[in-house]
């Protein structure tokens, strides 16, 4: 069986450092991306199945990712989950509308993330 | 903590809240009764200790029993429990009471995570529900009755669209809405104590709860949750958590983990 993939996107190393390991603790294969644009340009490649989306970011941020991931081909496919420190409502309301499919706000830890995973359907 | 503190301990829990303190527990026992030595203006754990034995209050005794309660919970916990109930028991229920609410017991509800995520399940699906959810400890009962969770907690487990659906924004902390809390009825009761009223539930929820007794009061707060149980009610325990040889009164479903039903010999209150 091919392991499930997962694309993490956070300019911070440490953050996806501690992702990474979390994530691949439940089973999946990672990549890393440090921005938006690093992002789209590996999911024109191949489309991870899930993505671990932070929000502000140098060179293109996370809404403006989702945004065109949502129109390449196959890019319905991933289940994108916004993994940031913006915490206000409002904000998560905009990231769920512009077709993220679940939203961490950091701090987060490996409970709530597996909890996540779990509630879109990627575990 | 001396080894005679930790006995006597372990029989203050057992005789009254059921509660198997383990002999591995004695760290966290200690680490656990710090927080409440500081907020009674006990210098050690070993001072309050020493006074509850030399003059017994009742409300001390209840602090110390609370923070040695095992109150770890989670929004939609066992995810699949809470779709077997709003996707199959709701409907089924619902249907089988005329479409009046279907009335549910979170017993042992702790901090509220529980009843909130059954209240949202049921109000999602369309289905009336009223839900009453009790609990030992009065500190997890003020805590789900606020309806208040930290970012860390709303999230252990709802969805954020869930979130934003039935909870407000207020600075660090996200509450309850009033329709959500309007389903929610909260009150103490202690799982060893008989039914007083002949007032009966169409399901329990009593997770993770019976797994810290000891044999004889699980044994005696099922036959409780049997009593509070109608006859084509449903119990649902932990996941994990299975019966054995604790009660001939329920039998598990088979495909649904953690669901029982009450078995044939049970049904003696139908008259």
Excluded at chain 1, 39 to 67: K, Q, Y
Aim: proline share 5%.
């Amino acid at each position: 069986m091919t392991p499930r993939t997962c694309l993490i996107v956070d300019d911070s190393r440490i953050i996806r450092k501690v992702a990474r390991r979390i994530v691949e603790g439940l089973g999946f294969e990672v990549d890393e991306a440090a921005d938006g644009s690093e992002a789209l340009a590996f999911c024109a490649g191949v489309m991870p199945e899930v993505i671990l989306l932070d929000w502000s970011m140098p060179v293109m941020d996370g809404m403006t990712f989702l945004r065109r991931l949502r129109t390449l081909p196959g890019g319905g496919g991933p289940k994108v989950l916004f993994c940031t420190i913006e915490t206000r409502a409002e904000r998560i309301a905009e990231a769920l509308s512009a077709g993220a499919d679940d939203y961490v706000m950091k701090p987060f830890d490996g409970e709530i993330l597996t909890s996540k995973f779990a509630e879109v359907g990627a575990v | 903590m001396s080894p005679d503190d930790f006995d006597r301990l372990q029989s203050l829990m057992a005789s009254r809240a059921g509660f198997r303190l383990t002999r591995d527990r004695m760290k966290l026992a200690e680490h656990r009764l710090g927080p409440l030595a500081r907020r009674e203006g006990y210098e050690t754990v070993d001072a309050l200790l020493a006074s509850l034995w030399a003059k017994p209050v009742a409300g001390m005794a209840w602090a110390v029993i609370e923070s040695l309660l095992n109150p770890e919970t989670w929004f939609r916990r066992d995810r699949k429990t809470f779709d077997t109930f709003a996707g199959e028991l709701l409907p089924a229920l619902s249907a089988a009471r005329g479409g009046a609410p279907v009335k549910v017991w979170s017993a042992g509800c702790s901090t509220g995570q529980e009843p909130w995520s059954l209240a949202m399940a049921a109000m999602d699906a369309g289905f009336p529900v009223e839900i009453v959810a009790t609990d030992l400890s009065q500190r997890a009962l003020e805590k789900a009755r606020s309806g208040a969770y930290t970012g860390f907690e709303i999230q252990r487990g709802l969805a954020a669209g869930t979130m934003l659906n039935w909870f407000d924004q207020a600075e660090d902390s996200w509450i309850a809405r009033p329709q959500l809390r309007a389903a929610v009825h909260f009150a103490r009761a202690n799982l060893l104590d008989a039914p007083a009223d002949d007032h009966r539930f169409d399901v329990i929820f009593c997770r993770y709860v019976l797994a810290d007794m000891d044999a004889a009061r699980r044994a005696q707060a099922l036959d409780n949750l049997e009593r509070r149980l109608v006859d084509d009610g449903c119990l649902f325990l932990g996941a994990d958590e299975g019966l054995e040889a604790d009660s001939i009164a329920f039998r598990p479903v088979a495909g649904r983990k953690g669901l029982f039903v009450k078995t044939p010999a049970a049904l003696r209150r139908a008259a």
